[in-house]
């Protein structure tokens, strides 16, 4: 008898376990869906919202480190933990008022919690994170892709300007024609941003016919746009 308890305990406990895991998982690929185009798990470094590193225990609109939190959000008097995190993650605007984050929330409870048991194991501290288990490449993630390492086609070596059209050249040999409106200048002065004097092109079109080109620095962007027809 003694035997068939500690057995039944056993695969409780395993039971246990591999439902936790399960929840991990999903809240895993929860992240990926809803979460990383605009937030990375490693320290500081913030992208269109902050670093979920560290994150429990820490007080909202305080990582030093971003500088784009809203009045509100500085204002607010949360502490991120399983029960603020539920509440934010279910209707960020109904938390916080006015805050800036544009997510309209998650209405599933179920698929909450599993977004929170992956957040709490993830973004323990001490914990290095590469992107949720490699997610190293999305525009969240892949808007931020290393702009060091670039490939003959993303490597800019002209851009004019005519009328309403810009044309890129890149080091392949290749030329690009973009409506004004469909091409954007952008900057990333990180360690994983381009080098100076080497701007990057990324395409952000479906058709090809929209693309940002990212520069080391705001000093960059004029000096490369000669006028020209």
Same mark, same amino acid.
């Given at each position: ?15 246990? =376990? ?90 599933? =409870? ?33 808007? =931020? ?58 395409? =952000? ?25």
């Amino acid at each position: 008898m003694r035997r068939l308890v500690i057995l039944g305990l056993a695969q409780l406990l395993l039971s246990s =376990a591999a439902g936790a895991a399960g929840e991990v998982e999903q809240g895993r690929l929860l992240y990926r869906r809803a979460c990383a185009v605009c937030h990375s798990l490693k320290s500081d470094v913030n992208m269109t919202g902050p670093s979920l590193a560290h994150l429990w225990q820490r007080k909202a609109g305080s990582l030093a480190s971003f500088r784009r939190y809203s009045p509100a959000m500085k204002a607010a008097q949360v502490v991120w933990d399983d029960q603020t995190l539920d509440v934010w993650i279910a209707n960020p605007s109904a938390m916080i008022p006015d805050n800036r984050m544009t997510f309209p929330g998650i209405k599933d =409870a179920s698929a909450r919690s599993d977004l929170v048991a992956f957040l709490k194991q993830t973004t323990a501290a001490g914990q290095a994170q590469s992107e949720a288990g490699g997610m190293g490449g999305m525009m969240g993630d892949a808007a =931020a892709p290393n702009l060091r390492k670039l490939t003959p086609s993303q490597r800019v070596t002209t851009i004019t300007h005519c009328g309403d059209t810009y044309t890129v050249a890149t080091s392949d040999g290749q030329k690009m024609d973009y409506w004004e409106r469909n091409l954007r200048f952008k900057t990333d002065t990180s360690d994983i941003g381009p080098v100076k004097g080497t701007p990057a092109i990324i395409g =952000a079109g479906m058709a090809g016919d929209r693309a940002s080109v990212i520069f080391s620095a705001p000093d960059e962007i004029s000096a490369w746009i000669k006028q020209t027809c």
